[in-house]
Nanobody, 114 residues
Framework: QVQLVESGGGLVQAGGSLRLSCAAS????????MGWYRQAPGDQREMVAG??????TMYADSVKGRFTISRGNTNTVFLQMNSLKPEDTAVYYC?????????WGEGTLVTVSS
């Protein structure tokens, strides 16, 4: 079992930055995949950014060039969000694929005001 806790969300003006953190209850160094997803009211959850065990990264077209996913120590993953737009407003979730199981955090709310 892996528990995930996201933090770093909040209210920011358009053009601002936030850094989200995801802390795991155990080492996720060997996780196959770690990613950030988001869900706005009335919308489906979508992948924002992901990073594989080998370090390859992938991003949704809507955030390319503005968001950066990275790994911290053995049990953290970050999402640096720059040049935020009102349409980035959503609950952001961390997901880890670890030994055949998918684990999700409870989410952190990001609100971008215009």
């Amino acid at each position: 079992q892996v528990q995930l806790v996201e933090s770093g969300g909040g209210l920011v003006q358009a053009g601002g930055s936030l850094r989200l953190s995801c802390a795991a209850s155990r080492s996720i160094f060997r996780a196959n995949f770690m990613g950030w997803y988001r869900q706005a009211p009335g919308d489906q959850r979508e992948m924002v950014a992901g990073i594989t065990a080998g370090g390859s990264t992938m991003y949704a077209d809507s955030v390319k060039g503005r968001f950066t996913i990275s790994r911290g120590n053995t049990n953290t993953v970050f999402l640096q969000m720059n040049s935020l737009k009102p349409e980035d407003t959503a609950v952001y979730y961390c997901k880890v694929a670890y030994y055949g199981e998918n684990y999700w955090g409870e989410g952190t709310l990001v609100t971008v005001s215009s």
